[in-house]
């Protein structure tokens, strides 16, 4: 559905689930997510399933399949929620372990938003959890600017979080997205 030098972001197919199970089971990946985790084989088919029914069109949560063009691998999976008003969006991200540290989910994040941007849609926003460095650093290399820090505001695994707000307005993406050769 997108296509970007090294990646095609996709609508998920049942064939995904193991893999999705498999990194969404991962304590390091679910550290500072509200997702359920660890989840079992059943649980992983029918995250799957609801995520190949949703309509990346429609207001809620499409979440894209992140393939490895070079493979067909799939290696993490990218949402976005829709507003009602279809000119605001909300993103978040997950890279499967082994593929951390190759730029992937920068270049993902880049495609969507650019993708959005084009589309029409006025402003972004992310929610990470304020130790969540890995993800604030995609999120200022591709534009975002951090607009708040709630205080205890999610509970995620018993423990009460921190959450950064970070915003990014489709005027100043055209500014601030990473040039490409930052992802050469
Ligand atoms: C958040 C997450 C996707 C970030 O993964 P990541 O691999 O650090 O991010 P990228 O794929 O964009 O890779 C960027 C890193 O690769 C490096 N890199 C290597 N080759 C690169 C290239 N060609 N282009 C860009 N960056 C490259 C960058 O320097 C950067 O390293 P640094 O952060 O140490 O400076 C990952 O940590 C994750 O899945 N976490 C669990 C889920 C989660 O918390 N999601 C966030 C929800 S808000």
Not at 47 to 53: D, F, H, M, N, Q
Not at 97 to 116: D, K, N, R
Request: proline content about 7%; overall charge negative; aromatic content about 10%.
């Amino acid at each position: 559905m997108i296509e970007t030098p090294r990646l095609l972001l996709r609508r998920f197919r049942p064939d995904d689930a193991p893999v999705l199970g498999a990194y969404r089971s991962d304590p390091d990946i679910a550290r500072y997510q509200v997702w359920p985790s660890p989840l079992t084989p059943a649980e992983a088919a029918e995250t799957v399933r609801g995520y190949a029914e949703a309509q990346p069109e429609d207001p809620g949560w499409f979440q894209y399949a992140i393939e490895l063009q070079a493979d067909g691998r799939l290696i993490g999976d990218l949402g976005v929620n829709l507003h009602e008003n279809r000119l605001q969006a909300d993103i978040g991200f997950t890279l499967a372990p082994a593929q951390h540290g190759h730029g992937y989910a920068t270049e993902a994040v880049q495609a969507v938003i650019g993708h959005l941007v084009a589309q029409g849609l006025h402003r972004f926003a992310a929610y990470c959890d304020a130790r969540n460095t890995a993800s604030i650093r995609v999120l200022e290399r591709t534009g975002f600017r951090l607009e708040g820090h709630a205080v205890e505001a999610v509970l995620i695994r018993g423990e009460w979080t921190d959450t950064y707000t970070f915003g990014l307005l489709a005027r100043h993406w055209k500014d601030s997205a990473p040039s490409p050769a930052l992802l050469a």
